[in-house]
């Protein structure tokens, strides 16, 4: 069984990178789920996740930031908010009877985001949000981060795209500088932390950085896929079911 995970786990985590950073994601609580799924310790899930993210969206944010895919503005003003909350996040150790519930509703919203059709309209224009708002809103998702392991871009991305802060063809690269900067602080908010860190891990930055190389490529050509997500969704259901329920 231990041979068998030892092979099943990376392929999994490839797969979640694959499907997450085809849609500009770098698929933190596909990680955590995939984790939690083959019995990774609670300890050991939140700074493999970020460690993970941070690989993953560096590799993500510099392709689509070279494209063009990005807005400055609105990336300043979220992450004024969130890289200070995401470090007291990082910082916050909940006891398991707080965290396992938390992250299992962050999985299960991951989930239903996933399964929320995006509009197929387009546009080309977009409005910054105010300075208040804006920060406010990093500072929120930046502290759910930096206590759930996650980068926060599941939260951020419908903002970008259904409240138009920015254009469509920005919010992936924005996303990507924002989980970059995000998991960064959160990882940093616990140092510590990185002794929990397993021994497999550049096996696993590894299968995560080809799993990225692959989906940020369908991504930038616009690759269509809503029916690997709906897989994916369901993967992050069961996941959520068990940090909920077991």
């Known amino acids: 069984m231990v041979e068998h995970s030892a092979l099943l786990l990376p392929l999994a985590l490839f797969a979640g990178a694959v499907l ?21 310790s609670a300890g050991v899930i939140k700074p493999t996740a970020l460690a993970l993210n941070i690989l993953v969206s560096g590799l993500i944010a510099f392709r689509y930031v070279r494209r063009g895919y990005f807005n400055r503005q609105v ?24 965290y396992k519930p938390l992250v299992g509703v ?4 991951a989930a239903l985001r996933l399964l929320t059709v995006p509009k197929t309209e387009t546009y080309a224009t977009a409005t910054p949000p105010g300075t208040a708002v804006g920060v406010s809103a990093g500072a929120v998702i930046g502290l759910l981060s930096g206590l ?6 599941i939260f951020l991305s419908p903002l970008l795209v259904f409240r138009r ?5 920005q919010a992936s690269g924005t996303a990507a500088v924002f989980i970059l900067a995000n998991s960064t602080a959160g990882l940093l908010g616990n140092v510590s932390s990185v002794r929990s860190l397993p021994a497999e891990l550049p096996v696993y930055g590894a299968a995560v950085l080809l799993g990225a190389l692959v989906g940020s490529q369908l991504g930038l050509a616009r690759f269509d896929g809503r029916a690997l ?3 994916l969704a369901a993967v992050l259901l069961v996941a959520a079911g068990k940090f909920l329920f077991a």
């Open 20 to 40: 997450y950073t085809a849609v500009g994601h770098a698929g933190a609580s596909a990680y955590i789920a995939v984790m939690t799924l083959f019995g990774v």
């Open 75 to 98: 990336a300043l003003l979220v992450l004024a908010g969130a890289i200070p909350a995401a470090f007291v996040g990082g910082y916050i150790q909940l006891p398991g009877h707080y």
């Open 106 to 109: 962050v999985l299960l919203l």
């Open 148 to 153: 759930t392991g996650t980068g926060g871009g």
């Open 165 to 169: 802060w920015t254009t469509l063809k």
């Open 229 to 231: 997500r709906r897989c």
